[in-house]
């Protein structure tokens, strides 16, 4: 079992920048692929980002692409999202994940492919 736990939401001006972390704790995170993924309010959850196991491999949902960037820490146990450039509809309630399944680009998006997910960190961005 794989405990993960965010931090680092908040509430921020348009334009500004937060970054998020999700520690895990139980199993070496860097054994897991990790993905970002959002609930806005009355909205789905999306998917925003994903990282492979190495950290070599990244993706990215297209509304993000060139503003938030995933990374992970292997002697820290943790997952990051860098987010710049935020916009009010990025407002949500921001969830980590990660999954026992290998890395795979083309499915990274699928919240199905992950087994363990976080509590979620709130973030707020006003115009």
């Known amino acids: 079992q794989v405990q993960l736990v965010e931090s680092g939401g908040g509430l921020v001006q348009a334009e500004g920048s937060l970054r998020l972390s999700c520690a895990a704790s139980g199993r070496t995170f860097s054994n897991y692929p990790a993905a970002w993924f959002r609930q806005g309010p009355g909205k789905e959850r999306e998917f925003v980002a994903a990282?492979?196991?190495?950290?070599?491999?990244?993706n990215y949902a297209d509304s993000v692409k060139g503003r938030f960037t995933i990374s992970r820490d292997g002697t820290k146990n943790t997952v990051y999202l860098q987010m710049n450039s935020l916009k009010p509809e990025d407002t949500a309630v921001y969830y980590c994940?990660?999954?026992?399944?290998?890395?795979?680009?083309?499915?990274?998006?699928?919240?199905?492919?992950?087994?363990?997910w976080g509590q979620g960190t709130q973030v707020t961005v006003s115009s």
């Open positions: 990282v492979s196991r190495s950290g070599l491999t990244t």
């Open positions: 994940a990660a999954s026992e399944s290998a890395y795979s680009s083309s499915r990274a998006y699928l919240h199905t492919r992950y087994d363990y």
